[in-house]
């Protein structure tokens, strides 16, 4: 009972959806923010400024003999911008810096879930024997707390195991 | 591992700057190298933000860091210090405290001030007015689009209708050529089967021919989009027929209107993105400033702490040679460049260190000297502490004690009478004052009488230390034994001669009568034995006297009213010779004296017979007492001959006499009894003539 309760909490805080595809060598991540995203970065997108949602991918294995965990961090940035004289959202993905995809939406909706709901992204894995796990995170803006202290508005980070590809 | 551990403090030491400088490289390199690796997908503004806020904050920590350091590091040093009770850290503390309080309060005050001054003031930049424009800017070139698609597809719905009510091909094509140039169209386009049946175009914007075709089929079926040409936006809207083809309708909007729109949407974007950068410049400028802040902090503690150490280390130094000079360290100047109140200060204790160094030098000479001094004379000198618990002594002392230890270092007194002078020190630590007496101790079995003065150093009452003089009196007592005896031996000699004589006389005179049968031999006889047993009585008289003088018994003094024993010795010479007055004069007023009466009474008899032996003419004799300090002075004067002998004090030997008749040991009983009750006296020239005997006792039991 405690159990389910917990998956239940669990399921009901998770504002970011994680599937994963294992292949020889590559791992196909296919991410999906379920949550509300914050006001002004929908009213900077309607507005015509350049908007963007950062999604930090790391993969991290459990390597008692050194404090650091990691073994690998990816960044997907998916960005839009509306030109405010035709209406048209223009929508990039990268991955590492390299386009992963690109796009138009008409709307503001549109835009939002092709930002929101961004193409899969292909990531190396190292060939390995102990188990790997991913951890995921969108970041959308910065915000301060006290005027000074940076804090980042996002979502939380999910951890996922990456399956061995059969 | 202590020589590593030195020689690493001391390159540590010496490198500090360059390992700090090291550390400060490293830091810098490694929070770079994270912040543009997670800043390069950044656009070059937003990069510039977060480079300059990372910057600040860099900046704001390292001058925090700092100042903790300073702070805690002076603050813990300080709390040592006092802990310890270091000269100067209670004045520094407080100076340091003093400039904290002094600077943090209001700088911390101003800076909390000016961030909200400055957050209120990036917040009106947000104001409602100024976001109204820009987003003004942005509907109105929204409405434009808007307005110009409307009327684009209500055109396309017309040219579709007219289309479809065609005959035939030929109809089509001459009712679009019609509607184009009726409608004013910018771009007229038929299409069937994706092929453009006839596009017609204004021959000024023939760009829009590079546009890409709008494909059918086409869902919805009736549409618009708005693209840029160049310089300018083209609003396409479709119409599908029933025969699945469609036309399509292009309209070109002003270049100028168009440029006109780009900018206020542009500003209505620039101003979105300065608003979602807002928190970011807020936080740029409080960092600034608060930096700025900090840096008037950091200048203000350092100077604190760099005005205290000017303070007071001149203080210090002072102090610290003070204490050094005051502790007997040394005599060493203050090496202090000061020109202010502090090296006025420094010059006069300065100039008393140097005068100070001439008493020491002159110091040092006069012990030289004496140490020389008490190293060539005979006389032992031990000097003690003022508790009398230790002794050091001269070459000459530890020679008469027999410990060679006592001219080399200080003993303890415990120890001499340990050597068997026990004497010596009851008489060292039972003075309470000025003492003089003699004493016959044993060093190393050798008897040695020393007369031993006792002297306390720097006042009776709290003495500093004690000096003790020991000086050898065995020799000295042994020859004037000596001579006493030979004294007495040819005095003896000479009395008992004299008697001696006449008997022999008389004896050979009544023999050579007998012998010759003198017919006077009667008379001869008794005349003769007369003269000798009349001699002989004179010679048993002499030792009777003698006698007396060698069995005086030891004194029993007891107080007693010294004028009441001189009335009742006057008494009895009143009358004694025609002509002669003896007279009394009491200045001591009934005063008891602690003395022996018998033997007082005695010496003053031998006095008197004296005086009035002298006085042969008559005359008077007067017995005086007085009181001189603490003595009793008895004088016993007559207005006879006078002294008949230079030295008075031969009068006092045992068997002189200048009187041809007597024992000659009167005057020498009068001394031995004066001396036994702790006095003196001595026989002088009376005015006008005469002699006087002056007795001289201790009174103060009186």
Avoid at chain 1, 26 to 41: I, T
Avoid at chain 2, 86 to 111: C, D, E, H, N, Q
Avoid at chain 2, 299 to 312: D, E, H, Q, V
Avoid at chain 2, 420 to 429: F, N, P, T
Wanted: charged share 20%.
């Amino acid at each position: 009972m405690l159990i389910c309760a917990l998956l239940l909490a669990a399921a009901a805080a998770s504002e970011l959806e994680v599937s994963l595809v294992s292949a020889p060598a590559r791992l196909s991540v296919q991410l999906a923010v379920s949550r509300e995203l914050p006001a002004e970065w929908r009213q900077a997108l309607e507005a015509g400024a350049p908007v963007s949602i950062t999604y930090r991918l790391r993969l991290f294995r459990n390597r008692r003999w050194l404090w650091d965990q990691r073994l690998a961090g990816h960044e997907l940035l998916v960005r839009a911008e509306r030109d405010p004289l035709t209406g048209v959202f223009t929508l990039a993905a990268e991955l590492d810096g390299e386009i992963l995809a690109s796009g138009q939406a008409a709307s503001v909706d549109e835009a939002v879930h092709w930002m929101t709901h961004p193409p899969p992204a292909e990531i190396p894995v190292p060939l390995r024997h102990d188990p790997l796990w991913l951890v995921v995170r969108a970041e959308f803006l910065t915000r301060y707390k006290l005027l000074v202290f940076p804090s980042t508005v996002g979502t939380d980070w999910v951890t996922r195991a990456v399956q061995e590809a059969q | 591992m202590t020589g590593w551990r030195r020689r690493w403090q001391r390159y540590r030491r010496q490198n500090r700057v360059l390992v700090a400088l090291y550390l400060l490289l490293l830091a810098l390199a490694g929070g770079g190298y994270l912040l543009f690796s997670r800043m390069r997908a950044l656009p070059p503004e937003e990069l510039t933000n977060r480079l300059l806020t990372f910057l600040l904050w860099w900046f704001d920590l390292t001058l925090i860091a700092i100042l903790l350091f300073i702070l805690l590091r002076n603050l813990v040093k300080l709390l040592l210090e006092r802990h310890h009770g270091i000269l100067g850290s209670r004045f520094r503390t407080k100076l340091l405290l003093s400039y904290l309080v002094l600077i943090v309060v209001p700088t911390s005050a101003l800076f909390i001030l000016g961030a909200s001054l400055l957050s209120q003031a990036t917040a009106s930049w947000f104001a409602a007015p100024v976001e109204g424009m820009a987003r003004t800017g942005t509907e109105l070139a929204e409405g434009v689009r808007l307005d110009s698609e409307s009327r684009v597809r209500r055109i396309a719905g017309v040219v579709a209708a007219a289309l479809t009510r065609a005959a035939d091909e030929q109809g089509r094509l001459a009712e679009l050529e019609r509607l184009h140039v009726l409608m004013g169209n910018d771009f007229t386009g038929y299409y069937r089967n994706s092929i453009a049946v006839v596009e017609l175009v204004d021959p000024r914007l023939r760009t829009l021919l590079r546009l890409p075709t709008i494909e059918a089929p086409l869902d919805p079926a009736a549409g618009s989009r708005s693209e840029r040409a160049g310089p300018t936006v083209v609003v396409r809207a479709w119409e599908r027929l029933g025969d699945g083809s469609w036309v399509v309708i292009g309209d070109a909007l002003p270049e100028d209107l168009v440029a006109a729109e780009g900018r206020l949407a542009a500003g209505g974007a620039a101003y979105e993105r300065l608003k979602l950068e807002r928190p970011t410049v807020t936080a740029t400028m409080v960092l600034g400033f608060g930096g700025l802040a900090l840096v008037v902090v950091f200048a203000a503690i350092w100077l604190g702490l760099y005005l205290s150490r000017s303070f007071t280390e001149p203080l210090l130094a002072l102090v610290a040679t003070t204490n050094r000079v005051a502790a007997g360290e040394t005599l060493e100047e203050v090496p202090l460049p000061a020109e202010d109140e502090v090296g006025l200060l420094v010059g006069s204790f300065n100039a008393m260190v140097r005068r100070l160094r001439g008493q020491e030098k002159e110091m040092r000479s006069t012990l030289g000297r004496l140490d020389a001094v008490l190293g060539a004379i005979r006389t032992g000198v031990l000097t003690l502490d003022a508790d009398r618990l230790t002794v050091t002594g001269n070459p000459a002392a530890a020679a008469l004690l027999g410990l060679p230890v006592l001219a080399t270092r200080t003993v303890a007194l415990e120890e001499l009478t340990v050597a068997g002078l026990g004497k010596l020190v009851d008489a060292i630590q039972t003075a309470a004052g000025p003492t003089r007496a003699s004493h016959t101790i044993q060093p190393g079995g050798v008897s040695r009488m020393l007369e031993v003065a006792v002297v306390p150093l720097g006042g009776e009452n709290r003495p500093e230390g004690w000096v003790v003089a020991l000086e050898d009196l065995t020799q000295l007592v042994r020859a004037q034994r000596q001579a006493a005896w030979s004294e007495a031996a040819r005095r003896i000699a000479h009395q008992i001669k004299n008697p001696l004589t006449p008997i022999r006389l008389a004896a050979e005179r009544m023999a050579r009568h007998v012998e010759r049968g003198a017919s006077d031999l009667e008379e001869v006889v008794p005349q003769g034995c007369r003269a000798i047993v009349e001699h002989v009585q004179s010679m048993q008289e002499m030792v009777d006297a003698f006698s007396r003088f060698a069995k005086l018994p030891p004194t029993s003094r007891r107080p007693f009213r010294l004028g009441e024993l001189i009335g009742q010795v006057a008494t009895l010479y009143h009358g004694v010779r025609p002509g002669l007055v003896v007279r009394t004069t009491d200045g001591l007023g009934g005063r008891e004296v602690l003395v022996d009466p018998e033997q007082l009474r005695q010496a003053l008899t031998n006095l008197v017979d004296n005086a009035v032996e002298a006085s042969v003419g008559g005359g008077e004799i007067v017995i005086a007492t007085a009181v001189d300090g603490e003595e009793v002075v008895i004088e016993v004067a007559d207005q006879g001959q006078g002294l008949e002998v230079a030295d008075a004090e031969l009068l006092f030997q045992p068997f002189y006499s200048t009187k041809g008749r007597g024992s000659g040991v009167g005057l020498a009983v009068v001394q031995r009894i004066v001396t036994d009750h702790g006095g003196t006296v001595r026989l002088e020239a009376n005015a006008p003539r005469g002699v006087r005997a002056v007795i001289r006792l201790p009174g103060g039991e009186g």
